[in-house]
Nanobody, 123 residues
Framework: QVQLVESGGGSVQAGGSLRLSCAAS????????MGWFRQAPGKEREFVVA???????YHADSVKGRFTVSRDNAKNTLYLQMNSLKPEDTAVYYC?????????????????WGQGTQVTVSS
């Protein structure tokens, strides 16, 4: 069983930055691919970025060049640095742990989910 707890959400103005953290329990963190998803009101959950167990990354086009994912395996923590935020980035952000070592972008390939943290970007 893996538990994921996100933190770092909040409200910022357009152009600002936030860093989200996701603390993971369990000894398999370092061998597990992790991802960030988001869900805006009235919309489906969408893929944001993923990182493999080896540290390789894949970003959605909508956040490429603005968001950066990283992981600290010693701390069992996943991060999402979000820069140049836009109002359309407003959503609840979820971290998730996959059932694989390699990057996956589809939500049904993720086994465990955090409770989510709200990010609101005002214009």
């Amino acid at each position: 069983q893996v538990q994921l707890v996100e933190s770092g959400g909040g409200s910022v103005q357009a152009g600002g930055s936030l860093r989200l953290s996701c603390a993971a329990s369990g000894r398999t963190f370092r061998t597990t691919a992790m991802g960030w998803f988001r869900q805006a009101p009235g919309k489906e959950r969408e893929f944001v970025v993923a990182i493999s167990g080896a540290g390789g990354t894949y970003h959605a086009d909508s956040v490429k060049g603005r968001f950066t994912v990283s992981r600290d395996n010693a701390k069992n923590t996943l991060y999402l640095q979000m820069n140049s935020l836009k109002p359309e980035d407003t959503a609840v952000y979820y971290c998730a742990a996959a059932a694989t070592y390699s990057i996956v972008t589809v939500s049904n390939q993720y086994r465990y989910w955090g409770q989510g943290t709200q990010v609101t970007v005002s214009s």
